[in-house]
């Protein structure tokens, strides 16, 4: 069971830690102090901890339904998370996360993602690959032996490569799209 959650305020969820609220006092020109209880945007370590969504999972256990589980996992999210009304909060078996959908089962490939590759017309320059190898980049774990698929692609984007499109890189091209209509369902962790 899973569900997706959209946050009010992302850095205004995260509290400070108690050591560094002291850190990001600033005295103001009525000279009064001012003190961050929860994560300002602007500091420095602020893109590492930020976060806008949150995925919540729960699996059957303890002789307790997915159902329950999933209940005393959302009781305790909520309990110290503001929501968005922008986004679904209703309950579903898959989700869509960066480009991909979890399910009880694994991870699976946005299918839009795949047409949108097994669509691209043979690429004319080097500006063209590199869009296209950017989208099947993001898709390379579902590709058994892709980097060795895209060398010759690859290779083509070198500093000093001469744009020549070859046979070879056509038949890279070509296997790459031909990979992921048949991408496996990734398993997840434990």
């Given at each position: 069971m899973?569900?997706?959650?959209?946050?009010?305020?992302g850095?205004?969820?995260?509290?400070?830690?108690?050591?560094d609220?002291p850190?990001?006092?600033?005295?103001?020109?009525?000279w009064?102090?001012?003190?961050w209880?929860?994560?300002?945007?602007?500091?420095?370590?602020d893109?590492?901890?930020?976060?806008d969504?949150?995925?919540?999972?729960?699996?059957?256990?303890?002789?307790?339904?997915?159902?329950?589980?999933?209940?005393?996992?959302?009781?305790r999210?909520?309990?110290?998370?503001?929501?968005t009304?922008?986004?679904?909060?209703?309950?579903?078996?898959?989700?869509?996360?960066?480009?991909?959908?979890?399910?009880r089962?694994?991870?699976?490939?946005?299918?839009?993602?795949?047409?949108?590759?097994?669509?691209?017309?043979t690429?004319r320059?080097?500006?063209?690959?590199r869009?296209?190898?950017?989208?099947?980049?993001?898709?390379?774990?579902?590709?058994?032996?892709?980097?060795?698929?895209?060398r010759?692609?690859?290779?083509?984007?070198?500093?000093?490569?001469?744009w020549?499109?070859?046979?070879?890189?056509?038949?890279?091209?070509?296997?790459?799209?031909?990979?992921?209509?048949h991408?496996?369902?990734?398993?997840?962790?434990?």
């Open positions: 899973s569900l997706a959650l959209g946050l009010v305020d850095y205004y969820q995260i509290l400070m830690r108690e050591s609220i850190l990001t006092a600033v005295s103001t020109p009525s009064m102090l001012w003190e209880l929860v994560m300002p945007q602007g500091l420095s370590n893109p590492y901890t930020y976060f969504d949150i995925f919540v999972h729960s699996r059957a256990e303890g002789g307790k339904t997915a159902m329950e589980v999933h209940l005393k996992h959302l009781r999210v909520f309990e110290v998370m503001r929501l009304s922008s986004m679904p909060t209703s309950t579903t078996e898959e989700i869509k996360v960066f480009g991909c959908f979890v399910s089962v694994g991870v699976r490939v946005d299918p839009g993602k795949v047409k949108a590759i097994a669509a691209w017309p690429t320059s080097q500006k063209d690959l869009k296209w190898l950017g989208l099947a980049n993001y898709l390379h774990k579902y590709s058994t032996g892709y980097a060795e698929l895209a010759p692609l690859s290779d083509l984007l070198k500093k000093d490569a001469d020549v499109w070859e046979q070879q890189h056509q038949d890279a091209f070509d296997s790459i799209k031909a990979s992921l209509p991408a496996p369902v990734l398993a997840l962790l434990d």
